[in-house]
């Protein structure tokens, strides 16, 4: 079946600091690949998605480029605030007409003022 | 812009009790679903439907029912809970072509 794999369980930085979340996913078909956010006491919420290979997803200054070839969609962020404090999820859905989304296991964020 | 309300925000309940949890969204989705995400772990799918009275069952269905009688409400009962299942229950819904899912703010069980 599919699977995403978030490397990183947890990630503490200080303002400022440049973020890299990884994730690797393993899909039969030709997936869309999204990442969602999720604060403290409320639902994750879409930061972006990208459907095709080389398509960057961008929002609030996090960005990342689907590659088809290396089956990754790093989340990266070039200064990281303490308001980008949050649990990320990186998440694929099959296109088979499978309506579904498969989730990784997150990765919290902290950021140290 | 549409919201999902999921009720009762707090669930308290004794092992060995059937518990009903219910969500409701007002986007005109045709796709809801149920997640469990325990604490500190991601997401799990226990159920979810594409229309109006359809059931699909995810990787974690054992225990739970589901019902979707009309197409703004989705269900989720957990058949007899145990002490093991205390978790935040997300619902979702998504329109059939976009996959964007959208979450309500969750129901927390706690099983005594």
């Known amino acids: 079946g599919d699977s995403v794999t978030q490397t990183e369980g947890q990630v503490a930085l200080s303002e400022e600091d440049f973020l890299t979340i990884h994730c690797n996913y393993s899909a039969s078909g030709y997936p869309t690949l999204f990442w969602y956010v999720q604060y403290p006491g409320e639902g994750p919420q879409l930061l972006f998605r990208?459907?095709?290979?080389?398509e960057k997803g961008s929002s609030r200054g996090f960005e990342a480029t689907y590659d088809k070839g290396t089956t990754s969609f790093h989340l990266r962020k070039a200064s990281v605030q303490e308001s980008d404090s949050a649990v990320y999820y990186c998440a694929l859905s099959d296109r088979g007409g499978n309506e579904k989304i498969t989730f990784g296991a997150g990765t919290k964020l902290t950021i140290k003022p | 812009g549409g919201i999902i309300t999921q009720t009762p925000k707090f669930l308290i309940g004794q092992e060995g009790q059937k518990l009903t949890l219910k969500c409701q969204q007002n986007?005109?989705?045709?796709?809801m679903y149920w997640y469990r995400q325990d604490s500190g772990k991601g997401l799990r799918l226990i159920y979810y439907?594409?229309?109006?009275?359809?059931?699909q069952k995810g990787d974690l269905s054992e225990g739970y029912d589901a019902s979707r009688e009309k197409k703004s409400s989705f269900s989720l009962t957990v058949t007899s809970a145990q002490k093991n299942e205390m978790a935040v229950f997300l619902c979702?819904?998504?329109?059939?072509?976009?996959?964007?899912?959208?979450f309500g703010p969750g129901t927390r069980l706690t099983v005594l």
């Open positions: 986007f005109n989705h045709d796709t």
């Open positions: 990208a459907s095709r290979d080389k």
């Open positions: 439907s594409i229309t109006e009275n359809d059931l």
């Open positions: 979702a819904s998504s329109m059939q072509i976009s996959y964007e899912q959208y």
